[in-house]
């Protein structure tokens, strides 16, 4: 704990506290990374609705399909399910229309 910290508490609001349903967005998922498949699948189930795939170091065309690929092949195989992609979804399109991107 640093130094001053003792005794505090970070507030963590549920999702249905902050705006848009409370859409959480990671950073730097490295598709050069040989364990891709296993943090792609952790930040899933840690309810991150949005990555952003670090993609300059290792340049990669491919990246953004592969991933979907291997997102949606976990679903089709059931091992993640439907509803949690849909949820994410939903919370992207809600911010999307907050922000007048879509009607």
């Known amino acids: ?6 005794g505090l508490q970070a507030a963590r609001p549920g999702r249905g506290d902050l705006p848009h349903g409370g859409l959480t967005v990671a950073t730097a998922l490295k598709p050069a ?3 891709r498949q296993s943090a792609a ?10 990555v952003l ?3 300059n170091i290792a340049h990669d065309v491919d990246v953004a399909p592969r991933t979907i690929e291997l997102v949606a092949g976990w679903v089709r195989e059931g091992s993640l399910d439907p509803a949690r992609i849909d949820a994410s ?3 992207i399109l809600g911010l999307k229309r907050w922000a007048r991107v879509i009607g």
Do not use: C, F, H, W
Request: aromatic share 4%; glycine share 8%.
């Open 53 to 55: 795939v670090a993609n």
């Open 33 to 35: 990374s040989p364990d």
């Open 41 to 50: 699948r952790k930040t899933i189930e840690a309810g991150v609705d949005l």
């Open 89 to 91: 979804y939903q919370r």
């Open 1 to 6: 704990m640093p130094e001053g910290s003792r």
